[in-house]
């Protein structure tokens, strides 16, 4: 991005004894070297920089050099210098993370929905609703209140919500673990709980003991504008299967790490309610009726992410692809919580992650999905839970250095993190706050066009990892999402000192 370093920084810091990498955007040809001071303008490092051989890289279309930074001590104020280019200036503490850590868990409560109106929802009907959804007749009004909003919306989305909160509950479950204090994230927990039970389909109505879709208006609401200034007509969409594995799912994780057994109860009903009704698929209706479909045509993986919640034997083939997981891919969330052996996954990941000049596990050939930051993260997740899994220092590593993509280490100099870095993200697409709060995790470059969702004329052309504006009208690649923050949240106190 113009008038930004070219070398490009973690700008919020490095982790002493840890992989210390900068990324130097320039045309030098060979090895040319460079130098670290700290504030006082004292060397602390020096080095020679590594040309990359792909030239330029696919992912940018840069030509680039890798810098080793080596050991650098703990300290504030550290630059690096080579050539005529000077880096934006970070620190190196243990301590990095730990109050974005906070910040990442912070979005959850202020994304809470306190709408008066949805403890009386009703199905959705009329002719669009039946073209969609044939054959469903709901009656009555619902009582859905809580939750998260989703993203930068009023919309609640129960396939969403429900890897969200099993990302934050297995961030209690390593907080535990680790001994440290739970209570919040458990808190956050509990509101999400809540409201996906009251999602659950109740006795005596159609599709009884399936989950809800999705709630949210009939058409987008405006923007700006809080939620109980919304216009829009709320409505319940109809059942899915999906969404109702999802609900078997994420509450026998949660009877797990919130021991509550009741909660079993609550997974077998939706399970069985899913195997009566295993086609019920969310309609893709490219989001033109007040939120996104969250469609899944494929539940193969969300059968098996439900199976291995149970612990019940089950086949849980590798990833094709390492382009992480999301609501609609959870093959992944299932062999995390099998047992199974993570080496496998983990060491693509690292293969694919030695391949990078920024440091980032993921680089699909396809293009960049929307909430590729997510994506990333999640692929980090792998790698920390191989590492909780086998001791093995090389997956700490890969986590460690791929943050830094994230914070500034990447193509556009781009800090994704609202408040942290120095070239933060500061113009989020979001209906909820006038003042943006810091903690919040941009959805990042996306490259794959989305029907209904018109990406902006001004990134065509550009190359994968450089389709990202920071403008509040870019919603393909500046939104919120909680699936985004779950895992920032699991990452930064994964990396966090306390």
Known sequence: MSGRPSIRVNQVGYLPGGPQHATWVTGEVAPRPFVVFDAAGAQRGAGRSEPWPERPEPTSGLTVHVLDLGGL????????????????????AA????????????????????????????????????????????DGVFDVSGGWYDAGDYGKYVVSGAIALWQLLDLARLLKARGRDASVVVDECRF????????????????????????????????????????????????????????AAVSLKASRVLDDAALVDVARTAWRAAKQHPDLIAPD???????????????????????????????????????????????????LDSGQDLRPPADRLLELQAGQPWGQPYAPEQG????????ILNNLVVLARAHEQTG?????????????????????GQCYVTGYGTDATRHLRTRQFSTIPPG???????????????????????????????????????DICIRWNAPLAYITAYLSDG
């Open 73 to 92: 001590p703990p300290g504030d104020g550290f630059r690096v210098v080579a050539g005529d280019d000077r880096s934006h200036p970070f620190r190196v």
């Open 285 to 335: 209706d490219e989001g033109r009726f007040g939120g996104g479909p969250y469609g899944d045509p494929d539940l193969t993986d969300d059968e098996v992410w439900a199976t291995a919640e149970w612990g019940l034997p089950v086949t849980i083939p590798p990833p094709a692809d390492l382009d992480g997981f999301d609501f609609d891919r959870v093959t992944i969330p299932a062999l």
């Open 392 to 412: 093995d220092r090389r997956y700490r590593d890969g986590v460690v250095s791929g943050a830094d993509y994230l914070f500034g280490r990447n193509a556009l």
């Open 95 to 138: 301590g990095l993370y730990d109050e974005l850590s906070r910040d990442a868990v912070e979005l959850f409560t202020r994304l809470r929905c306190r709408h008066a109106g949805d403890v009386a929802v009703p199905g959705w009907t009329g002719p669009d609703a039946e073209r969609l959804y044939p054959g469903w007749r709901p």
């Open 440 to 478: 919040a995790l941009a959805g990042g470059a996306n490259s794959i066009p989305t029907p209904g969702f018109p990406s902006d004329p001004r990134l065509d052309g550009r190359p994968p990892q450089c389709h990202y504006l920071d403008e509040d009208t870019s919603e393909t690649t500046n």
């Open 368 to 375: 960049w999905h929307w909430g590729s930051n997510g994506r």
């Open 192 to 247: 999400q709980l809540d409201w996906l039970l009251r999602m659950q389909v109740p006795p005596g109505h159609q599709y009884a003991g399936m989950a809800f879709h999705r709630v949210h208006g009939t058409e987008w609401s405006p923007i700006p504008g809080r939620p109980e200034d919304d216009p829009t007509t709320r409505v319940l969409h109809r059942p899915s299967t999906a969404a109702t594995l999802h609900l």
